[in-house]
């Protein structure tokens, strides 16, 4: 074991003990709360299926203690100067940011997801709430709209308790997401992290809770989908549900939150394609390609796990990801040098695997990987895998795989290659590698995505609109996007006393 390898594992194991000590549990009304007598779940780690800790799994009327939390604290922090919530943001911030070793670790062991990318994912939580922070005094405003007999003002007001549910695959940076704008704009919030993966959300309270964020406003409830999960989109307090998960669960979701009419705002799957065009800086290009599937395990929402290549570069290309595929270092997830660290969850990783056994029926051939990768520990990993030859059609080619599998297609003149990239039922991103100005803005016009990146890797800036169309999603985050979802618009008219009113019974 290496050195740095060993100072992390043993930093891990110290932030893990009190974690050990006790079941977590859920975080409501400004307290850590154990329910007694009720099921724990172990929480296992991929990296050699050993236990982590025990964990509340969250009931019905543990969500419905935290709803009521929630709607209990809301008028306080409505009440709430925007500028005194952006202080306790900023405050927030700080805290992960002191705490950023910490949640970086355990989130690795918790994950699987390599310390290298989660270290950043630590920061860059704290990124998200001072950008919200920094919004939160002009978060009510809204526009004016003069007409000839009315003048027409709007202004936003927060819609309530929300409840946030998240996956697993890059947990606590995604929750900043929700949670920071969520808070920003006036809401309280329940938070149900994913079942696999419970750890670092408690720490997000903590750290709250320290900030000055005032008790229930924001709450978080163990526990798993078809229990806690369900139970918060019926709850009648929480107003809107934002939810970052599968496509299957969002149609759960929709359908559970239609008693109560629920506001949503999901961030779905994908089986994004990346374009590589004959006439692009291919060296440039293939950084991107490489880095935006086999990064994060490729357990990542916007992964390009479909590469189309032009048919006059594609041996040469695919040759290359191949040989990089070949020597990305697959390894235990807190060592520095590790690319690829294990898979979340067993269940996932036999469903990957039968990804690759089912690919190889279909008829592809395996230019790089293709199977479970034996690192001596016991743990869930998979190569990296390239297939090539693969046909648009190819449920290999159509369904998210959600590890780190690229599938190769070929593709003989622009069109083709919009035609291919459209014909998946996704839509969460696009990226586009040409050198030729106006077939990079065609190809963007054209591809069904929410998010274009243009000889780029996923870059993402806070203010811009975050989302999928098709089934990776319904609404968009960042800047006044989130803002739009947490608040309600009111407009107000004005009459200048000029106008007709229409007359009746005269
Ligand atoms: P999942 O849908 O299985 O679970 C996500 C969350 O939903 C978990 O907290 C789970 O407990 C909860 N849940 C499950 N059933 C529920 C129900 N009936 N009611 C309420 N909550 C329920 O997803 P996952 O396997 O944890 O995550 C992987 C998926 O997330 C992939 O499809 C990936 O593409 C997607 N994802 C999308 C984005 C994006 O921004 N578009 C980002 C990250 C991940």
Not at 112 to 132: D, E, H, T, V
Not at 162 to 179: A, C, D, H, Q, R
Not at 229 to 248: C, D, M, P, W, Y
Not at 278 to 293: G, S, T
Request: glycine share 12%; aromatic share 8%; charged share 20%.
């Amino acid at each position: 074991m290496g050195r740095e390898l060993e100072g992390n594992v043993e930093r891990a194991a110290g932030y893990l003990e009190r974690f050990k000590a006790e079941p977590l549990g859920h975080f409501i009304g400004g307290k850590a709360v154990s329910p007694g007598g009720r099921d724990l779940f172990d929480n296992i780690t991929p990296i050699d299926g050993s236990i982590l800790n025990e964990v509340v799994g969250g009931t019905a009327e543990d969500i419905d203690l935290a709803a009521v939390a929630a709607d209990a604290a809301f008028e306080a922090w409505v009440g709430t100067t925007g500028q005194r919530r952006r202080e306790i943001l900023h405050d927030v911030a700080d805290g992960i940011i002191e705490r950023a070793d910490e949640i970086a670790l355990l989130e690795s062991i918790d994950t699987g997801q390599p310390i290298r990318f989660m270290s950043k994912a630590a920061l860059r939580g704290a990124a998200n709430f001072r950008y919200f922070a920094d919004r939160a005094p002009e978060a009510r405003n809204g526009v004016s709209l003069p007409d000839t007999d009315h003048i027409n003002y709007t202004s936003r007001t927060p819609i309530g308790p929300v409840g946030v549910i998240t996956p697993w695959n890059t947990p606590f940076m995604l929750s900043t997401w929700k949670i920071a704008p969520a808070l920003a704009a006036g809401c309280t919030v329940v938070h149900k992290p994913a079942e696999w993966s419970p750890i670092t959300a408690s720490i997000l309270a903590e750290i709250g809770q320290a900030a000055g964020v005032p008790e229930g406003t924001l709450n978080v409830v163990q526990g798993f989908g078809e229990t806690a999960g369900k139970s918060l989109t019926e709850h009648r307090h929480i107003k809107a549900i934002a939810f970052v998960g599968e496509s299957n669960t969002g149609s759960l979701i929709q359908a559970q939150g239609a008693p109560t009419l629920k506001r949503l705002h999901f961030e779905l799957g994908g089986k994004n394609p990346v374009i590589v065009f004959e006439d692009a800086d291919l060296d440039r290009a293939l950084e991107a390609v490489v880095f935006m599937i086999y990064s994060l395990n490729g357990e990542r929402c916007t992964s390009s796990s479909r590469v189309l290549v032009h048919e006059s570069i594609y041996d040469e290309f695919t040759a290359r990801i191949a040989e990089r595929a070949g020597n990305i270092r697959i390894g235990h997830p807190l060592d520095p040098s590790t690319e690829i660290g294990p898979l979340i969850h067993r269940t996932h990783y036999e469903n990957v695997l039968s990804y690759l056994s089912m690919a190889e029926e279909e008829g592809v051939t395996v230019a790089a990987g293709g199977g479970a990768a034996d690192t001596g520990e016991g743990g869930l990993y998979v190569k990296p895998t390239l297939f090539t030859g693969a046909a648009p059609e190819m449920r290999i080619a159509q369904e998210e795989v959600f590890g780190p599998v690229l599938t190769a297609i070929p593709f003989d003149d622009e069109a083709g290659a919009v035609r291919i990239a459209n014909n998946v039922e996704y839509g969460l991103t696009g990226y586009i590698w040409t050198r030729d100005v106006g077939r990079a803005h065609r190809v963007a016009r054209d591809l069904e995505a929410g998010m274009i990146w243009v000889n780029s890797e996923n870059v993402r800036h806070l203010g811009t609109p975050f989302g999928g169309t098709k089934a990776s999603g319904i609404g968009r985050d960042g800047g006044d996007y989130s803002f739009d979802f947490y608040m309600e618009t009111k407009n107000v008219s004005i009459a200048y006393d000029t106008h007709t009113i229409p007359r009746l019974g005269t």
